[in-house]
């Protein structure tokens, strides 16, 4: 048995370390027990022969809240990131996303009957996302600084955006997908592409929100994202924290409505007076509580019911390419590559799934070479395949751990196609591949615990998602256990992990109102 900690957190992705961190600062002891062989999480990166992958997100937003985080904690550096760029691609239209101007010209081009469409399309999100650029991409918006003049600042900065206050009602009831069905009744496919293309059911504010990120606010650490989380580990040990790799967290055990220790898979016990779990938590109530009726039974339904985001294979490709003659067909950091107007999330039978919808393929050392062997380039290409396809990826088992023969050969002919199916955005590509390895949902879930493979959490889908009218659980009913990461906040998301954490770590000891009022 060891000494007692302040808090014991489960997890070692950015909501854990953001925590970890925080209390470190607050002058806490705290232990940060990870599954994994490294931190990371769904931002984990892996090297492979000289070239380096995101197995999960590929870069992330600010949104006024990731930077202010690290430079709360002394860890930003602005040398350190790179600004990125994406691109929209189909088979019939190619719009980088540069400008609401540019982009605006380039839809009415790829969709010419629908220009009057594209132009009210455009009318709306280009004063809301210059709105947003207000409230969180000038800097002037902080929701990491305490005290009155933090306040006032971002009152004066809402204040100017009171456009986007006007349309609210709007933007928080009605969905993505329905808005683009109001604007595009006749054509079906920018009515796709313009609403479900990001996720079905996505409320209209969240909807603006990709309308806004994927054109001024996304960000990539020159190190990669496994280089971002080395950086906080290292500094959250060096500070005094304690961090354990491989040791996943088998039991949670409790009395008296309290979580009194964790157990690890090492038959480490470790006691702590507060525990925050940042990992699955259908994991959490169902398997590792040592008596789940302590959690209120209700409770237990919604979240072991609760739908969670698609999943997706990630391919990692090595390419005998230097990076200028991939950039030739890339033309920027992430092309989201249309292959059909469809989505295919949902489609467990269907054995062309993963030929269907969307490939997002990312280029980590385009301008980055340091990220690939020199005149040689790595590139992930992202399909959604659904965890359960195919009689569980030809497993017949729920258990992501099951391997087989068959999971083996889908493996093979997914990668192959998938490299197939990019060579329309990279031609020649498959002469050029000199590494290639195919993680699924299955590796996603071995590597991260999270249910299905998930990307991000719970759905999406306001109308499935138990959390879309509450929006935060950082509680649970047992009175010293905290939620934080993805399954905390809806939706999850880099961003909203990392502020999980940090209020998180604050709102046990100062309380969890004051974390919002100042």
């Known amino acids: 048995m060891t000494d007692k900690y302040d808090v014991a957190i489960i997890g070692g992705g950015i909501a854990g370390l953001c925590a970890g961190l925080t209390l470190q600062k607050m002058g806490k002891r705290s232990i940060l027990l990870e599954h994994g062989r490294q931190v990371g999480g ?9 070239f380096y992958f995101d197995c999960g997100d590929q870069s992330t937003e600010d949104v ?28 019939d239209l190619d719009v980088p996303l540069y400008e609401y101007d540019q982009m605006r010209e380039d839809f009415k081009n790829a969709f010419p009957d629908s220009a009057s469409g594209v132009d009210r399309w455009f009318d709306l999100i280009t004063p809301l996302c210059g709105a947003l650029r207000e409230i969180f991409g000038s800097g002037a918006m902080d929701l990491v600084k305490d005290g009155k003049r933090a306040r006032t600042g971002n009152l004066k900065v809402m204040a100017k955006a009171a456009g986007l206050a006007r349309m609210l009602p709007e933007l928080m009831t009605k969905t993505g997908d329905e808005k683009a069905l109001e604007v595009f009744p006749d054509d079906p496919r920018a009515s796709f592409f313009f609403g479900e293309s990001n996720a079905k059911n996505l409320p209209l504010l969240m909807h603006l929100f990709f309308w806004y990120t994927f054109v001024q606010d996304y960000w990539y650490p020159k190190a990669g994202l496994q280089g971002m989380m080395n950086k906080l580990a ?32 090492r038959d480490e016990l470790f006691r702590a007076e507060h525990v925050i779990n940042t990992g699955n938590p259908k994991r959490l109530i169902n398997q590792m509580l040592d008596d789940p009726n302590q959690w209120d039974f209700k409770e237990r339904q919604l979240i072991s019911a609760g739908q969670v985001t698609p999943a997706v294979c990630s391919a990692f490709l090595g390419l005998d390419m230097p990076a200028k003659e991939l950039e030739k067909h890339m033309k920027v950091n992430h092309t989201i590559y249309w292959r059909t107007y469809e ?49 569980g990826w030809g497993t017949g088992t729920d258990d992501p751990f099951a391997r087989s023969a068959k999971y083996r050969k889908l493996k093979k002919r997914v990668l192959d196609e998938i490299i197939r199916e990019t060579e329309y955005i990279v031609p020649g590509l498959s002469e050029k591949v000199v590494y290639k390895e195919l993680a699924t949902p299955r590796s996603m879930s071995r590597w991260t615990l999270n249910i299905e493979g998930a990307i991000m959490g719970w759905t999406y889908d306001r109308y499935q998602c138990h959390m879309a009218n509450k929006l935060v659980r950082f509680r649970t009913p047992l009175k010293n256990l905290f939620n934080a990461g993805h399954y905390a906040i809806w939706p999850g998301g880099v961003v909203n992990s990392a502020m999980t954490g940090r209020v998180v770590a604050r709102g046990i000891y100062d309380g969890f109102l004051k974390q919002f009022r100042t």
């Open 42 to 50: 769904n931002m984990a990166g892996i090297w492979r022969k000289g």
């Open 64 to 91: 006024g809240i990731i930077f202010p985080i690290l430079k709360d904690l002394g860890l930003y550096d602005p040398d350190e990131w790179i600004r990125t760029r994406f691109r929209y691609a189909t088979r």
């Open 234 to 265: 290292d500094a959250y040990q060096e500070r005094g924290g304690e961090l354990r790799l491989e040791s996943t967290v088998e039991k949670v055990l409790t009395s008296a409505g309290r979580v009194t220790a964790v157990e690890t898979c």
């Open 343 to 391: 989505t295919a999330g949902d489609r467990i039978y269907d054995p062309e799934a993963h030929n269907k919808g969307w490939c997002m393929i990312s280029a980590p050392s385009l301008h980055l070479p340091h990220l690939a062997p020199e005149g040689r380039s790595s590139l992930v290409a992202q399909v959604f395949v659904p965890y359960h396809w195919l009689d």
